[in-house]
């Protein structure tokens, strides 16, 4: 397809502007997408801010972001034709890391470590834009009944199944998350599916709480606000209560904070697993009590992107394991996707969850 479009060009640390640029061409395996809806995810706040570098060769824009999307297949390359796969007029979620599919931890099938991959809205030019190419490989239909906007959601639901995957829970657990954003609320939800007796949720905002109260969460706790009628002074004490004395038996944390993940450690009993899934900064360090970790034989394991487990999240889309249009506090248009990040960073608005960019 021929033309221009719009886009969002990211530049450098709080710059980014509405641009037209040529509208992209497909590849022989490629299929070209018309933009439906668009995530902000904590990594494109990351990006815009300057806490984290892009992944292009020198770490900078200019970069069109965006890596949580959905859209309708409206032009297709011979091969992806020749696939039988999918049609024009098709509507599809996409996984945006693309592997290479050649290098040792590919040909191990571990490519979430892959060394050569291209990640759209990362390394690539991403979907803050009307049009965007994807293999034909790396898209998923969208099941019947799911809007474009909970199908965009599906990236970071595939990462959240990876991690609950990773903490391998069993029935009748009793499981700690922290953190009630979108990915701890996703997670939470997963987690209840996969038969855990009881769910409590750690968080310091009032809001986030209560969402995961409506989605399930037996117990929720405040660790930070003495004026929340779920504040906790003690966490490890109140665990203790309410596991006669075992404390849980896995522990996920969708956040980066030090000061969750140290908590962990706290609230952890004997032969636990933390599963650590936030993205730290590059200098936090953990402090770990060894003898105490060791004779009460935990884990701390490590939860990376979302290695084959697409088509498992989709299930739990389609099959409504996962209430994600809960998750969508706010919308934004592509023209207004620095105000939505902007609006996502500020403490100012503690009452959201999820943003969406909505195209059309």
Not at 77 to 102: L, T
Not at 160 to 166: G, I, L
Not at 224 to 231: C, E, G, I
Not at 282 to 310: C, G, H, Y
Request: proline residues 5%; hydrophobic residues 40%; contains cysteine.
């Amino acid at each position: 397809m021929n033309g221009k479009m719009k886009a969002q060009m990211f530049y450098q640390p709080q710059e980014m502007s509405l641009v037209e640029v040529d509208i992209p061409q497909v590849a022989q395996n490629e299929v070209l997408l018309k933009v439906k809806a668009c995530g902000i995810c904590g990594s494109d706040v990351a990006y815009f801010f300057g806490r984290s570098p892009l992944e292009t060769e020198n770490g900078k824009g200019p970069l069109i972001l965006g890596h949580e999307f959905a859209g309708e297949i409206v032009e297709m390359g011979e091969m992806a034709q020749s696939s039988s796969s999918f049609k024009v007029g098709d509507r599809v979620m996409a996984n945006p890391v693309q592997e290479c599919g050649a290098c040792k931890y590919c040909v191990r099938t571990q490519v979430n470590l892959c060394e050569n991959k291209r990640v759209k809205g990362v390394s690539i030019h991403g979907a803050f834009a009307e049009y965007v190419t994807m293999p034909y490989t790396h898209i998923f239909a969208i099941p019947q009944g799911i809007s474009y906007q909970e199908a965009a959601l599906c990236e970071p639901l595939a990462c959240s199944t990876n991690a609950v995957n990773t903490l391998d829970v069993k029935l009748g657990d009793f499981v700690v998350v922290y953190g009630p954003g979108a990915i701890g609320l996703m997670q939470m939800q997963l987690i209840r599916a996969r038969g855990a007796g009881k769910i409590a949720m750690v968080g310091i905002l009032d809001f986030g709480l209560e969402k995961a109260l409506s989605l399930g969460a037996d117990y929720v706790f405040n660790t930070l606000d003495t004026s929340s009628p779920y504040y906790c002074a003690d966490l490890p004490a109140e665990i203790r209560k309410l596991t006669d004395g075992e404390m849980a038996n896995k522990v996920v944390l969708p956040t980066g904070a030090k000061a969750a993940l140290q908590g962990a450690l706290d609230v952890a009993g004997k032969k636990a697993s933390i599963v650590y899934f936030g993205m730290p900064d590059e200098k936090m360090v953990l402090e770990v009590p060894l003898l105490d970790f060791l004779v009460n034989n935990r884990s701390i394991l490590t939860s990376w992107q979302a290695p084959f487990t697409w088509d498992t999240a989709r299930s739990a889309l389609k099959n409504g394991n996962i209430d994600m249009k809960a998750l969508i506090t706010h919308t934004f248009a592509l023209k207004d996707l620095e105000k939505g990040i902007r609006f996502m960073n500020d403490p100012a608005y503690p009452d959201k969850i999820k943003s969406v960019v909505v195209f059309d």
